[in-house]
């Protein structure tokens, strides 16, 4: 019996049952779709780690405070002040650290900002002039403070441009020259501090889960004194001169630090220098292991779905019995009666295949749509490894669960087979 | 050369502890064209014979020679080759495929051989059981003794060398009873061996010779002296 007769057959028999197959393979189309999304989101969110290292500029490095080692680990809400104001500029010295092109000190906080009669709450980042040396972004109007506004903690004040579309867009009022009232939201103080505005950066979308466009700036130590009150920083960004002199500086920033604080030994380290490179690690890391995860669950979906495979197809070949021994009593071998069946299952799991990926990459795209609505610059990639593996895994599936069914087919004695009712 | 020779057959059902002997030594030959009834009561063991005639099954012991060939050593494979080319079977309940055309039907056994022109063959079968007209109907849309004429034309379809009847008007009127018989004297006339198999002397009495059956063994042997010739249906004349 050649292969496309078979083929046909199994067609036909398919096609006669056309609710029971699609019910049937419903738990493989789930299990694949499954996988399909899952590789998909893997790679976007991918992509959109790496999108956002090169948008936040190459070369860089973060220190932040922690506490020591030999205290434990950081306490949520606890307040860690050991990274000063002086250990910027003792890390901006040349002579100490001579392959840091640029020395950005930062605080951040939760601000309540207020126009006229318009109050909008956002978060704020006291930064210094270096900003802009440090991070990639562009000015839609005006432009970012200088040093000397930043030095001289001037009332001044950039806006993201969610923030400026938020206060200004009803109004058409140029922001530019408009003078805002900022206040740190943890203060009841009524009131605020009156910034001038002198500039909006253009639109940048989100980064790291905060969204860059919906923040505001101002001078560092208005920040820290007249905002937070507070004398201490939350991170210290460095752009390094070339790749090839990360270690070096991660090196010389340890011993500047260390030097600063007067540490002896290493248990009473009380900062972290991390660069990109270990950022994206971290979050690979994490991700994989999500992937992993939800892989597994797919896979468990793969099985289910594979039992109820063997479960109809068990049915399939109980109502099927007299036909089974007819197709031996005019000639059909056990084999090509196992074939048939196991054809059957694999076809079935073939088209749930089909089907998952078609709708794994639906939703990957409308999820893709999703993201990029929010505001993230998420890539929809779909791999063709997924695409085959799940192809490959739902056939393999078909026939590992349509083996028992299809061996009691082909066992079946044609003579008790012509006779059952 | 005869077409079946069987010597000191038997079988046996059943394990070490509790055997059940169903047929007991039988012995017989049968020549190519003959029209043979196997007759006997129910249980008398005319059923496992003809399974084992027609390669369904296999004897317990003795010899069974199939157009002079020992059948002993042949695989199931190639029983299944034989059942395909040199067998053609009518079942009591026609066993044709649900929700499947005439032709399909008729076309069922070609699907494991090696012939081609699939098609072709099974009308040209269908047609020598007068039901050309219903090729494209299917086996709910037709009367009982029209699916009998299926599975007969089905039977025909590789070219056999015998067809085996088991019970073949047993489900129909005497009228379909009546042209199923007559399309079977007419296919014994053209040269084509049958055996019947039947526990009616009516239906028997068709053939041409008897072979008696009675708790597994081979009671009587003979001609058929007064044979009933059916008479052609109305719609089978041409």
Redesign the interface.
């Known amino acids: 019996m050649n292969i496309s007769a078979i083929v046909k057959l199994v067609v036909k028999n398919l096609l006669a049952r056309k609710g029971r197959s699609l019910l049937t393979i419903l738990g493989i189309v789930i299990g694949v779709a499954g996988v399909i999304i899952i590789i998909s989101l893997g790679a976007g969110a991918q992509s959109l780690i790496l999108g956002q290292v090169t948008k936040l500029g190459s070369n860089l490095l973060f220190i932040e405070p922690t506490k020591n080692i030999e205290s434990g680990a950081p306490v949520p809400g606890l307040i860690i002040s050991t990274l000063v104001n002086n250990d910027v500029d003792a890390l901006r010295s040349p002579s100490r650290v001579p392959h840091a092109a640029a020395v950005n000190a930062a605080v951040n906080g939760l601000a309540s900002v207020t126009w006229g009669s318009k109050s909008i709450d956002t978060s704020f980042t006291g930064t210094d002039s270096y900003y802009s040396q440090v991070t990639n972004f562009t000015m839609q109007s005006g432009q970012f403070f200088n040093s000397q506004e930043d030095q001289g903690a001037a009332n001044v004040v950039v806006l993201g441009s969610a923030v400026s579309e938020q206060l200004f867009g009803d109004s058409g009022v140029n922001p530019i020259g408009q003078v805002i009232k900022v206040k740190s939201s943890i203060q009841a103080k009524a009131g605020g501090i009156p910034l001038r505005v002198i500039g909006v950066i253009a639109s940048r979308g989100s980064s790291f889960f905060q969204n860059q466009d919906d923040m505001i700036f101002l001078p560092l130590t208005l920040g820290q004194e007249q905002i937070l009150g507070i004398h201490y920083l939350q991170g210290v960004y460095i752009k390094v001169d070339a790749a090839e002199n990360i270690d070096q500086t991660i090196a010389d920033v340890n011993l500047v630090l260390r030097q600063q604080h007067r540490i002896q030994n290493d248990v009473n380290i009380d900062f972290a220098v991390r660069n990109q490179a270990d950022a994206v690690k971290i979050l690979s890391t994490i991700t994989d292991a999500l992937k992993l995860f939800l892989i597994a669950m797919a896979a468990i979906s793969l099985v289910v779905g594979g039992i109820g495979i063997l479960n109809i197809m068990m049915v399939t070949v109980g109502e099927r019995t007299r036909e089974i021994g007819l197709r031996k009593a005019v000639g059909a071998t056990n084999g090509v009666i196992r074939n048939q069946f196991l054809l059957e299952a694999s076809m079935l799991t073939g088209l749930g295949g089909v089907i998952g990926i078609i709708a794994g990459v639906i939703i990957s795209y409308l999820i893709s749509l999703l993201m990029r609505q929010l505001g993230y610059e998420w890539a929809f990639v779909i791999s063709w490894v997924s695409v085959v593996l799940a192809v490959g895994v739902s056939i393999l599936t078909g026939i590992v669960f349509g083996l028992l069914p299809a061996f009691k087919a082909a066992k079946l004695d044609p003579i008790e087979a012509l006779r059952y009712e | 050369m005869n077409l079946i020779n069987v010597k000191n057959l038997k079988k046996d059902y059943g394990s070490d502890d509790l055997i059940t002997s169903v047929l007991h030594d039988l012995s017989f030959k049968i020549e190519k064209g003959e029209f043979v009834a196997i007759m006997g009561p129910s249980g008398s063991g005319k059923s496992t014979l003809m399974?084992i005639l027609?390669f369904?099954?296999r004897p317990t012991a003795g010899l069974y020679e199939f157009e002079g060939r020992n059948t002993e050593g042949f695989t199931?494979?190639y029983l299944?080759?034989l059942?395909?080319?040199r067998i053609g079977?009518v079942?009591q309940s026609f066993?044709l495929?649900p929700?499947t055309s005439v032709l399909d039907n008729v076309k069922?056994?070609l699907?494991?051989?090696k012939k081609k022109n699939h098609d072709a063959l099974a009308k040209k079968a269908l047609d020598s059981v007068g039901l050309s007209h219903r090729l494209n109907y299917y086996t709910n849309q037709i009367s009982g003794g029209e699916k009998q004429r299926v599975a007969l034309a089905?039977a025909l379809v590789?070219d056999p060398a015998v067809i085996f009847a088991d019970e073949p008007t047993g489900n129909l009127d005497s009228k379909s009873g009546n042209t199923v018989m007559y399309i079977l004297q007419q296919l014994n006339d053209q040269g084509r061996t049958v055996i019947l198999v039947t526990h009616e002397t009516d239906t028997a009495n068709h053939a041409k010779r008897i072979l008696r059956i009675r708790d597994g063994n081979l009671v009587s042997d003979e001609l058929v002296k007064k044979r009933t010739i059916a008479t052609p249906d109305q719609d089978l004349i041409k």
């Open positions: 399974h027609s369904l099954d199931d494979a299944a080759e059942r395909n080319e079977f079942f066993n495929l929700r069922l056994p699907l494991y051989s089905r590789c």
